[in-house]
């Protein structure tokens, strides 16, 4: 093996890029090509690093398909910090059979891993949860093991499972010091701050007070009827209405929570519902007709009852009716929520994990860039946007995907 590519090798391992390169900086050999790939993308400089990984894959041999597939690992760890969403999960599924096929468990875990990170991003925590039950993360050393019990945390806190997102936070702790790589260490602590600071609203009784994950999951556990304006839903025990399809009647329900136990004027919902500022007779037939559907869709769970002036909310069985909303509320939040994780998102990636069209996403970019909230840099497809996390709360992202039926 040669003595300056095994150097390199272990200044990477230990996080040290500068190590690295001092070693293989002029080589451009395929071994060396991965290595200042690699080397590139921890100082941050992904482009850089996509160029060399690939160089790198192309300059191996037809017989060196193990280093070929390990160049493809590290493409996508590369493409998922890049939020190169889009990039072919079949080639990394195909590297990380080669990978298991040679005996790489590591580097086939790290595949792994990857995988999952792309599927917490995008939302789909069933098969997040499915990819990584295949993993043992018992024979990886420290900074392996941190990487995987970050991803356990993830998706405890998507499932609101605090006590086992704070469980993993402390394992995945104690490898990062063990591994001593500093941005390891500073990766941890920035998701366990996230466990104690703000991810939603109460609004109830009138009022509203800020709530911390394991709140809002206490709030989940409870008889209360809560109507979720983070996921656009109502739920009572062990029954969940969804609502994300139908905004209006979302709208009419959460605005008779708001209001429970008391009743909200007609002229109130036809403003909340339709934005109709001046009512007419066809307004008032329409929302007749809308209050009868939404009765139907929360038969039950709740009662919607007429009264002099509007309606009222009656909860079926639960003890309170609440209102949970995110910490700060505004137009294209859910936009806002992507970017407050740090990192440069291209519109694409945006709407496959917002699960809309490109050319929506693009229009809500260009309103808050106008009203100075977000920036971008690069042209074309290599546009990335990104803005400042919101100070003092966590991203609404840590609340969970779709409410589960259970």
């Known amino acids: 093996m040669d003595p300056l590519i095994t150097a390199a090798a272990r200044a990477l391992a230990?996080?040290?890029?500068l190590g690295a390169l001092n070693r293989v900086a002029l080589r451009d050999d395929a071994p060396?090509?991965?290595l200042r790939g690699i080397a590139m993308a921890q100082l941050g400089d992904l482009v850089r690093a996509r160029s060399l990984v690939r160089r790198a894959a192309r300059?191996?041999?037809?017989?060196?398909a193990l280093a070929r597939a390990r160049c493809v690992v590290a493409e996508a760890e590369i493409a998922l910090v890049s939020r190169d969403l889009g990039w072919p999960a079949k080639t990394l599924d195909a590297a990380r059979a080669v990978l298991e096929e040679h005996g790489d468990c590591l580097n086939a875990a790290l595949a792994r891993h990857i995988e999952v990170r792309r599927l917490l991003l995008i939302g789909r925590l069933d098969e997040a949860e499915r990819a990584l039950s295949a993993v043992d993360p018992s024979?990886?050393?420290?900074?392996s093991r941190t990487a995987h019990e970050l991803v356990v945390a993830g998706i405890a806190m998507r499932r609101l499972r605090t006590a086992e997102a704070r469980a993993a936070l402390t394992l995945a702790g104690h490898a990062a010091r063990h591994a001593g790589i500093p941005a390891l260490t500073a990766e941890v602590e920035n998701a366990r701050r996230a466990l104690d600071t703000p991810a939603a609203r109460l609004i109830a009784d009138g009022g509203e007070r800020l709530l911390l994950l394991a709140e809002v999951e206490a709030l989940q556990a409870s008889d209360a009827l809560v109507v979720d304006a983070c996921r656009h839903a109502v739920r009572a025990p062990h029954v969940v209405v969804p609502l994300a399809s139908r905004p209006v009647l979302f709208a009419l329900a959460r605005a008779l929570a708001e209001a429970w136990p008391g009743d909200v004027p007609r002229d109130t919902l036809l403003v909340r519902a339709f934005g109709a500022k001046f009512a007419d007779e066809s307004h008032r037939a329409r929302l007749r007709v809308e209050i009868g559907?939404?009765?139907g869709v929360l038969r039950t769970v709740a009662t919607i009852s007429a009264t002099k002036r509007g309606y009222a909310l009656a909860p079926c069985g639960a003890r309170d009716v609440v209102v949970l909303a995110r910490p700060i509320e505004e137009?294209?939040?859910?936009?806002?929520?992507?970017?407050a994780d740090?990192?440069?998102w291209s519109s694409s990636a945006l709407a496959l994990a917002l699960g809309t069209s490109q050319r929506t996403v693009q229009r809500a970019l260009d309103q808050l860039k106008a009203a100075g909230?977000?920036?971008s840099f690069g042209h074309g497809r290599a546009r990335r946007w990104i803005t400042p996390p919101v100070p003092a709360f966590t991203t609404t992202l840590l609340l969970p995907a779709p409410l589960s039926l259970d």
Not at 14 to 17: F, M, N, S, T, Y
Not at 59 to 64: N, T
């Open 14 to 17: 230990a996080g040290d890029p």
């Open 32 to 34: 060396a090509l991965a």
């Open 59 to 64: 300059a191996f041999g037809p017989g060196e």
């Open 139 to 143: 024979p990886f050393p420290p900074a």
């Open 293 to 295: 559907r939404l009765r």
């Open 331 to 339: 137009r294209h939040a859910a936009v806002l929520a992507f970017l």
């Open 342 to 344: 740090g990192e440069a």
């Open 373 to 375: 909230k977000v920036g």
